[in-house]
């Protein structure tokens, strides 16, 4: 880990600042042997759709790791080391088969788990061919996204379900694919940056998404079983809007539709994308996406597929300058952020707490120990909590929590000591606006309007003071 550099607190100081420290090795070099690249393996990595094998194999980079990916002509996918066990020649250049692929050099041909089937040319007698095997890796093909675990054989874990693989009304789909010239863990940094939307899809870069972005949010975040979440609580008119997002270790994270402008109550809207990030390299990186899609959408294909406003470089230099977004924001943090140069603030939290999650995990897989969160035994979903959530201050509060008995908690008023008043059930709470006189300083003699005003200031009291702390 880096040291951090003294803080720069001179005018004109960039002399004084030109050193530029390396970059935190243990979470971001990702190759063979490397403490983060160990951790990321051990877990199932997206590496292709399945939309993308045709009658040719397809040449890829995953982990600083040169490999082909093909379906050969009885379906089955295979997942090898680039280059030919008999004289190095590139698979991609090979022949599918209908069992496994043959380079096109000399005719040796592999199955997709790596034994070599023939040798052409070798004397009938010779064993070569049962004395050795070309790299493979296993593979798990899900929902079109083919997935690989990379890591020790004998160590191989059982592939995660989540609960927002299947949702009601919804189907889950193969989504986007697109590349950042940027280290993994800069891309994963920015899911549990919630203060982020307000700034860089609404008030830097004008509104990318909806003006309720343009609120700034009451954050707060939790570690769960699988990683941790954010919870994003902002006032818009007369509602509360929750948004819940999750962080799913080691390098997943699940968000929901960026349209919500939070006018009307809704229920619970669960995740509509959930995204890999996949290393290339040290300084590039896959975000690979499944998505859920209501029927009613009308969406095609290619349009599911297609990367969201700004998370790619499709548009003019000059445009993003000015309009910049997640790509612009994330590579422009050099390829590889020096956490060294960080200055972090109380918005960081989540920051700080992803990186903690990912460093306990890496130091586990280096003792010889699983991440916590690595699945070794068959279970149904994993619940997860990503929703977004529009509604009164009560009526968002029963839906996090329920009714009836609450845990005790009062509130008091320097307009009148000794005066206390407390809750131990939710009904009795969200009746407070109607009831109360005494709120925030202020003594209130009427309910009329004056009562109305008042409960608009219980409720963002309740979601900034209680609502996280409950939850």
Known sequence: MSKPRPLLNTPYGAYFAREVPPPDDE?????????????????????AFARDLHDVPLRIRIMSEDLVIFRDKG????????????????????LISERGIRCCYHGWMYDVDGRILETPGEPVTSTLKDRLCQGAYPLHEYCGLIFAYMGRPERKPVFPLYDTFDLPGLTLMPAGKFSLPCNWLQIKDNSMDP???SFLHAISSGYQFTEAFGALAELDWEETPYGMTYIATRRVGDLVWVR????????????????????????ASRPVVIRWAVP???THTWNMELAQIDPAWGMTPEQIGSPGFGQSDDRAYAERQR?????????????????ALEHLASTDRG???????VRDGIRAVAAGSDPKELLREPRGPIATACQDRAGTAGTVMQAFFGTGTLPEFSLTTPTAPGVTHRWTRLEDYIQEPSNARIWSGIHYRFSTKVGTDMGKKVADYTVQTYLQPLK
């Open 75 to 94: 379906g089955r996918v295979g997942l090898l080391q680039l280059h030919c066990a008999h004289r190095g020649t590139s698979l991609e250049y090979g």
């Open 323 to 339: 309009h910049p977004a997640d790509y612009d924001a994330q590579s422009g943090q050099r390829e590889i952020a020096v956490h």
């Open 351 to 357: 920051v700080t707490m992803l990186r903690k999650i």
């Open 280 to 282: 290339i390299d040290d």
């Open 27 to 47: 979470l971001v070099r990702v190759g063979p042997g490397t403490p983060c690249g160990e951790y990321l393996r051990s877990f199932w990595q997206p590496v």
């Open 244 to 267: 819940v997002a999750d962080f799913m270790a080691p390098n997943v994270h699940q968000f929901t539709r960026e349209f919500e402008d939070a006018t009307n109550e809704k229920p």
């Open 195 to 197: 203060v982020h939307t």
